[in-house]
């Protein structure tokens, strides 16, 4: 690895951090580059979590410091994220380079529409375990099987289905988002480095960096116009990551 790799590795990572706890869709930047950077695919998709548990850390620590804190509940809802992760996770290790490359471009291109596409406004209403209903356990366990497989874009899925089945509003959405992926995320972990799918030195590297956008993101109050700001530009990225995929 060179100096100017790691340097891309710390600054990507950064904004990745920042925009998956503001919003979503950050592994769309850290997993081509990892890739781009001559990881295999698999590798990639492993080491690539070590960034995501980390800022994970980092967000939800400063959530907490910020009083902003649901334990209990999102720990019942971690519970099926976790067992459809596991599986996620030894599913992804099953399929070819070739393949792995075709869903993560496939994906990439949906998820990128996903952002664009306006948010529904809901009635928001005080959260209550009552609201956890088997609908939603059963969308959790969807979701962590498609993160435990690939991660790309599971941000947005967790905030539609969390904003529209709890009703809850999107800051409240965001930290329950960060606190469910950091669960769910170490086991899938775990079973990537046991296959041996982890490079640590590029993992790290890249958690340095997220980790710092993780902890600014939680402090900066992003305003409307800020925000599209952010979401096109990510956007305008992940298609030129597509094309570069594309043509090889």
């Known amino acids: 690895m060179t100096f100017q790799e790691g340097l891309a590795l710390v600054a990507i990572g950064g904004v990745a951090g920042f925009i998956n706890v503001l919003s979503a869709g950050g592994s769309m930047l850290t997993l081509p580059l990892l890739m781009f950077l001559g990881l295999p695919p698999q590798v990639a998709n492993g080491t690539n979590r070590v960034s995501i548990v980390l800022q994970s850390v980092a967000a939800v620590g400063s959530f907490r410091r910020e ?3 649901h334990v209990g509940l999102s720990l019942r809802l971690s519970v099926p994220a976790v067992a459809g992760s596991v599986f996620g996770a030894w599913l992804a290790m099953q399929v070819s380079d070739t393949l792995f490359e075709a869903i993560l ?6 998820a990128s529409v ?7 406004r809901v009635d928001t209403r005080p959260l209550s375990s009552q609201d ?3 609908a939603l356990y059963l969308a959790m366990f969807g979701i962590g099987v498609y993160g435990g497989f690939l991660q790309v874009g599971v941000g947005i899925l967790f905030m539609a289905v969390l904003y529209r089945m709890l009703r809850i509003d999107l800051a409240q959405v965001n930290v329950f988002k960060v606190f469910i992926i950091l669960v769910y995320m170490l086991p899938a972990l775990g079973l990537f480095v046991y296959h041996g799918h982890v490079r640590w030195g590029y993992g790290l590297l890249l958690a340095v960096g997220s980790m710092a956008g993780a902890w600014l993101a939680v402090k900066v109050n992003m305003g409307p116009r800020g925000a599209a700001w952010i979401k096109w530009l990510t956007v305008a990225v992940i298609v030129t990551i597509i094309l ?3 043509l090889g």
């Open 132 to 134: 956890l209903s088997p």
């Open 114 to 120: 996903a952002m664009l596409l306006p948010q529904p």
């Open 244 to 246: 570069r995929l594309l």
């Open 67 to 69: 009083g902003a804190s």
């Open 105 to 110: 471009i496939s994906a990439m291109a949906v």
